[in-house]
């Protein structure tokens, strides 16, 4: 299982972002794909999750971000995305997509078991 993040980026307070989680190798039917993030000097942090089914697009949200961001999936392109507005010098940090093999949504990053490197976000005026 391979995953690439991409979409980082320096933007002004207020403004938004569209991050991508390209994957590839994966083989189960039904998963998860979380965003985490991790700033400088703090512990990595659950942004948000989606599940990846034929059925279900179910979508859970960090109540940091929740009304703001905004996961969605394109199966067809085996991408998932995370669109950021309204971003806050808080909202800076480096952003990973990971893999969840498990059949419920977590915020344990203990839960995913393969992760893309990394983008930067910077909220910066």
């Known amino acids: 299982v391979q995953l690439q993040a991409s979409g980082g980026g320096l933007v002004q307070p207020g403004g938004s972002l569209r991050l991508s989680c390209a994957t590839s190798g994966i083989t189960s039917a039904y998963y998860y794909i979380g965003w985490f993030r991790q700033a400088p000097g703090k512990e990595r942090e659950w942004v948000s999750c989606?599940?990846?089914?034929?059925?279900?697009?179910?979508?859970y949200y960090a109540d940091s971000v929740k009304g703001r961001f905004t996961i969605s999936g394109d199966n067809a392109k085996n991408t998932v995305y995370l669109e950021m507005n309204s971003l806050t010098p808080e909202d800076t940090a480096l952003y990973y997509c990971?893999?969840?093999?498990?059949?419920?949504?977590?915020?344990?990053?203990?839960?995913?078991?393969?992760w893309g490197q990394g983008t930067q976000v910077t909220v910066s005026s």
């Open positions: 990971a893999f969840n093999p498990q059949g419920y949504p977590s915020i344990a990053a203990g839960t995913y078991t393969f």
């Open positions: 989606i599940t990846v089914s034929r059925s279900d697009d179910s979508a």
